[in-house]
């Protein structure tokens, strides 16, 4: 069946980075754009970046415009995130996620992987 | 950005009940509305697209509607397995935006 499995979550102090990847399955991952939203319990539901289905162009939130980078791999089906600069807001939980062929709804959703940025 | 506003934040129903919820969007986003259900512990899931459209596999008392800037999510029977938070999505606009969601738990 169709999944999304996120990796690479985990407790960051401040200066450190963190990659998160998603490893996708049950479908032709080279054919769909991708997309990472967060969840964080004082903003909910935050959409963060899009990345084409060639890897081609991408698109970001302002929030996260200039410190994290989306990227994808699609010999390894793997879609990921490098998460730069981070801040106390950006502990989340972070969900891979795939939108149709045309529209921007979810369907499906990885468990998400949670990040903890800890000073 | 297009704000998307649900209410009530919390809504207390009776199993059996019908629950009634609500999705305001800051502008016109036509038809293009998702729902999306979340249990405690697991990730959202798709419930409604195009704002009245089923997403497979969803049950047949789970409803959509709406147009424009008013939306409505209807779950006609309450089942045990729906208590949970709901929320819509606008997808007509970039940055694609959540509603901060409505919790249905147990009256």
């Known amino acids: 069946q169709e999944q999304l499995v996120e990796s690479g979550g985990g407790v960051v102090q401040p200066g450190r980075s963190l990659r998160l990847s998603c490893a996708a399955s049950g479908f032709r991952f080279s054919d769909y754009a991708m997309h990472w939203v967060r969840q964080t319990p004082g903003k909910g539901l935050e959409w963060l970046a899009v990345?084409?289905?060639?890897?081609?162009?991408?698109h970001y939130a302002d929030s996260v415009k200039g410190r994290f980078t989306i990227s994808r791999d699609n010999a390894r089906n793997t879609l990921s995130l490098q998460l730069n600069s981070l801040r106390a807001e950006d502990t989340a939980v972070y969900y891979c996620v795939r939108p149709t062929l045309v529209y921007n709804w979810f369907d499906p959703w990885g468990q998400g992987t949670l990040v903890i940025f800890s000073s | 950005d297009i704000v998307m506003t649900q209410s009530p934040a919390t809504l207390s129903v009776s199993p059996g009940e019908r629950a009634t919820l609500s999705c305001r969007a800051s502008?016109?986003?036509?038809?293009?509305l998702a729902w999306y259900q979340q249990k405690p512990g697991q990730a959202p899931r798709l419930l409604i697209y195009g704002a009245s459209t089923g997403a497979t596999g969803i049950p047949a008392r789970f409803s959509g509607s709406g147009s424009g800037t008013e939306f409505t999510l209807t779950i006609s029977s309450l089942q045990s397995e729906d208590f949970a938070v709901y929320y819509c999505q606008q997808y007509k606009d970039w940055p694609l935006t959540f509603g901060g969601g409505t919790k249905v738990d147990i009256k």
């Open positions: 990345i084409s289905y060639d890897g081609g162009n991408q």
């Open positions: 502008q016109s986003i036509r038809s293009n």
